[in-house]
């Protein structure tokens, strides 16, 4: 068994949608597994240069592969079977490719009008936040349980280790949120309720030893959506804002952003053992020519794209790994 993983190293929406379904296309993955998460997700994935956004289904649908959520994702019933037919109405055949681990647990209605309540985190209002309490107060209720989510309920024991083609089972990872939004490495409590790490990916029944390669998913700037003051002072922000369609693909809310924060980059890097990361997003700040980071408290800018990419690549090979490979990223489709 072999399976690599896409992470996020910042806050979410860093376009793992795009690296994943890029990896997809270029390797014969077997399954494509949703680790984490709800519908509090949102990937916009560019398929044939048509737009899709997905909020539980991971992107092997896109190519024939077999997607799972995982068991340590959570499931609105309603919300996945929305996403099928809408799917299946453009032409993706989902309803045969898409199945839901028995033991995966449920975001219910009496979950989402809890979450609206929320004013401190700024959450998505999906319900995430009380399904995995309930998961891990005892009184959730598993996927196995919803007549709805019958046909397309599987054990994941089953599928990975009693499996015909076991030996040859290749799998590709797709993580949600990202390293800033994880409940223990994140800025608690502005965090989510999921593990956003590869540590998460192994929970989903994978044996340590499968994992070959890890994608840290970053951009070149940073955005974060929530209750907390993320946003930097200048006035830049705004018009990346607007260029880069920095608005959440769940729920609209303008996302605030700011400069990268390289420790934050590292710190991820490291703890996810990523030996490739993307930069996602160049092409925005290649129309505004402007190229800055925080290296600890300070504020660097550069004078071309050149300088800040080889900056980046000394540093990361230096301070996270001498093999580490860095590529920068403009495109909305490919990598
Ligand atoms: P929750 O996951 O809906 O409980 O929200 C907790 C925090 O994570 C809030 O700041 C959300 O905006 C953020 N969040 C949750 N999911 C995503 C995502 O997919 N992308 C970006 N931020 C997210
Ligand atoms: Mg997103």
Redesign the pocket.
């Known amino acids: 068994m072999i399976a690599d993983v896409v992470v996020?190293l910042q806050?979410?929406?860093c376009g793992k949608g795009k690296i994943a379904h890029a990896l997809c296309r270029e390797n014969e993955y077997t399954h494509v597994i949703r680790y984490n998460?709800?519908c509090?997700?949102?990937?916009t994935i560019y398929h044939n240069g048509k737009k899709f956004v997905t909020h539980h289904i991971p992107c092997g649908v896109f190519f024939g592969i077999k997607s799972i959520i995982g068991p340590g994702c959570v499931v609105h019933v309603e919300t996945f079977l929305q996403e099928i037919e809408d799917l299946e109405k453009k032409g993706i055949p989902a309803k045969k490719l898409v199945h839901v681990a028995s033991n995966a647990h449920l975001i219910t209605d009496f979950h989402r009008a809890e979450?609206k309540k929320?004013e401190e985190?700024?959450?998505?209002?999906?319900?995430?936040?009380p399904a995995y309490r309930d998961k891990y107060a005892r009184k959730g209720v598993r996927a196995m349980q919803d007549p709805r989510l019958q046909p397309y309920i599987i054990s994941m024991y089953h599928e990975l280790y009693e499996n015909e083609i076991h030996d040859e089972i290749k799998i590709l990872f797709e993580g949600?949120?990202?390293f800033g939004?994880d409940p223990d490495w994140g800025d608690y409590p502005?965090?989510?309720?999921?593990h956003c790490t590869v540590g998460s990916a192994l929970l989903n029944g994978v044996p340590a030893h499968a994992i070959r390669n890890v994608w840290g998913v970053a951009k070149i700037y940073e955005?974060?959506?929530?209750?907390?003051d993320f946003e930097g002072p200048d006035e830049i922000f705004e018009e990346i804002r607007e260029i880069g369609e920095e608005y959440?693909?769940?729920?609209g809310?303008a996302?605030q952003i700011n400069w990268l924060d390289f420790d934050m980059l590292k710190m991820a890097a490291r703890i996810n053992g990523t030996n490739t990361i993307v930069f996602n997003k160049m092409d925005i700040l290649e129309t505004l020519d402007a190229w800055c980071l925080y290296d600890g408290p300070n504020l660097y800018e550069f004078k071309t794209r050149k300088d800040i990419e080889m900056w980046l690549e000394g540093k990361l090979e230096l301070e996270v790994d001498s093999n580490i490979k860095v590529i920068f990223s403009g495109d909305k489709e490919f990598i």
């Open positions: 996020d806050y979410g929406d998460g709800g509090n997700a949102g990937h979450d929320d985190i700024g959450t998505t209002k999906r319900g995430n936040g949600a949120q990202g939004l502005f965090v989510t309720s999921s955005t974060y959506v929530g209750a907390k959440g693909s769940t729920t809310r996302r």
